[in-house]
């Protein structure tokens, strides 16, 4: 009898899982439990910028003006009606010329307190960076002087005490200045850059009290038309607004409401976005849209909603300190606010897609303030103004971009499973180390893996040899597994770490191998 013959080379059966997920371009979520947050949802996020297909190292910084006397704690711009945009520092101790990159330029400015606000105004004669502070009197610069403003130069103000003008804003062609301590604002004539200023008592309409902190003209369609309003915001948080063109004509000087939002974090506590106005609390940033659809904004009315725990722990912790402010970036579609964590030392910044409104975190940038110059952003930092989102460094040290995405189940969320390696996807210019680690079951620790990726060599023109070299086209695909030690789980989070100073870097997706276990 014929036995039947054995199969030396039996079917294996495939023991492993390959399970294939995006990178985390849902951005930062520091509102939600970390076992209820989506799929492509982080947990951390530093220093990676969302997009819309991957998440990015965020640009570095280069040094642009330095050799200023004391801390920059103001930038402002300087738009000149010919298009020659001139960028302005200020300190304790002068206003400094650093339009352009190297030595800051003083303009021997009448100054002993550097923190300003500021607006450009035209009165159809001249155009002027006009600046107060507060504690010096008003400053005007028509592009050529600097003139510190009194009751008898050319423009003049009179009708108050100009060294308690604290801020200045410009509405339906007129000038609008803040008296500080006080709830009165003062104006002049439309169209006019000088002259008597009228005041304007707020007092009986503010019932928490307080005094004002800032005004700001309210576009609702983001141009200037007769839809747009006058916003007040008192330190205690209540927002009065107004339309109309003339604060001296009772009908033509309406108010629209009064609102509570949250007390404002400072006198730069709010930026225009769109055809909204988002005014910066205690409480979160929140556009003001929503606050005219009730007397008390809720808190999912904020854009700093996805970030609510982090932003309102750092407006507990450092709220106080000078240097909250946020920035419109359109060329990196961002939207960044600035985070003071210790004046003339550590800040951070909180950032926002403004497309998929996902969040991350920057630090190293130790940001005093912000402006925007010719379609960039530069920030004051120390005695030097920096470029910022410029190069692949920050100012020649690395980048070290961190993130750990939302714990996932893999879709069998009563199985345990052993994880066995990890690979994150990346696109990248050359060659690159990375670590990379594994969390299981909601725990958190440093990471421990490493992986590296080496780009091929790229040609040189006019050296290399035509037809046998190879010519890369920039950008690569990194696919490299990382080993870590095996953890069991029913579910995990990867985690990269990243750094360097001369690489752009996405992240694109992450792939994780695992074996299946029992359902204990």
């Given at each position: 009898m014929r036995r039947p013959s054995k199969n030396r080379n039996p079917v294996k059966q495939q023991t492993s899982t390959v399970f294939s997920i995006s990178s985390p371009t849902g951005g930062w979520n520091a509102r939600d439990s970390v076992a209820n947050m989506a799929p492509n949802d982080a947990i951390r996020l530093k220093n990676w910028f969302p997009t819309t297909t991957d998440c990015e190292i965020r640009g570095g910084n280069t040094s642009h003006a330095t050799g200023v006397t004391g801390t920059v704690e103001s930038l402002m711009t300087y738009n000149a009606m010919n298009g020659t945009n001139k960028m302005y520092a200020a300190s304790d101790s002068d206003i400094w010329d650093v339009t352009s990159a190297g030595a800051a330029v003083a303009k021997s400015a009448t100054v002993t307190n550097g923190r300003f606000q500021n607006i450009n105004f035209g009165d159809g004669t001249s155009n002027y960076l006009i600046m107060v502070n507060g504690v010096d009197a008003p400053i005007y610069f028509d592009g050529t002087t600097f003139l510190t403003i009194t009751g008898v130069t050319s423009p003049l103000l009179s009708g108050v005490t100009l060294t308690s003008l604290i801020h200045v804003n410009e509405y339906k062609g007129r000038l609008f200045f803040i008296e500080k301590d006080t709830l009165s604002f003062w104006y002049?004539?439309?169209?006019?850059?000088?002259?008597?200023?009228?005041?304007?008592?707020?007092?009986?309409?503010?019932?928490?009290?307080?005094?004002?902190?800032?005004?700001?003209?309210?576009?609702?369609?983001?141009?200037?038309?007769?839809?747009?309003?006058?916003?007040?915001?008192?330190?205690?948080?209540?927002?009065?607004?107004?339309r109309g063109t003339n604060p001296s004509a009772a009908a033509d000087w309406v108010l629209t409401g009064t609102f509570y939002v949250g007390k404002p974090l400072g006198r730069r506590s709010f930026v225009k976005f769109g055809g909204d106005l988002i005014a910066i609390t205690q409480d979160g940033a929140f556009p003001l849209s929503k606050a005219l659809q009730t007397a008390q904004i809720s808190n999912d009315f904020a854009v700093t909603n996805k970030i609510e725990a982090a932003f309102t722990d750092s407006a507990s912790n450092y709220g106080s300190n000078f240097g909250w402010e946020a920035i419109l970036h359109p060329l990196k579609t961002a939207l960044i606010f600035n985070i003071p964590i210790a004046e003339g030392g550590e800040h951070k910044q909180y950032v926002m897609n403004t497309i998929t409104t996902s969040w991350c975190e920057f630090d190293m940038w130790n940001a005093e303030c912000f402006a925007e110059h010719n379609d960039e952003i530069y920030f004051g930092s120390g005695t030097a103004v920096y470029k910022a989102w410029s190069g692949t460094a920050d100012d020649g040290s690395n980048i070290i971009a961190e993130g750990k995405t939302a714990f996932n189940y893999l879709g069998e969320s009563t199985q345990q499973k052993k994880f066995n390696m990890f690979r994150p996807m990346l696109n990248v210019n050359g060659d690159i180390s990375f670590l990379s680690d594994l969390d299981t079951d909601f725990r958190d620790d440093p990471i421990n893996g490493a992986a590296s990726y080496s780009a091929t060599s790229s040609a040189i023109w006019d050296t290399a040899v035509w037809d046998a070299a190879f010519w890369t086209s920039g950008l690569t695909v990194a696919r490299k597994w990382s080993s870590p030690s095996s953890y069991v789980g029913f579910n995990v989070a990867g985690k990269l770490k990243v750094e360097t100073n001369s690489l752009e870097v996405h992240w694109i997706a992450n792939d994780y191998v695992y074996e299946h276990g029992g359902v204990l």
């Open positions: 002049l004539a439309a169209g006019a850059a000088g002259g008597a200023l009228t005041e304007f008592d707020l007092s009986s309409f503010c019932v928490h009290g307080g005094y004002l902190m800032w005004m700001a003209t309210w576009s609702f369609d983001s141009g200037d038309g007769p839809d747009d309003a006058a916003v007040f915001m008192t330190s205690e948080g209540e927002v009065i607004v107004y």
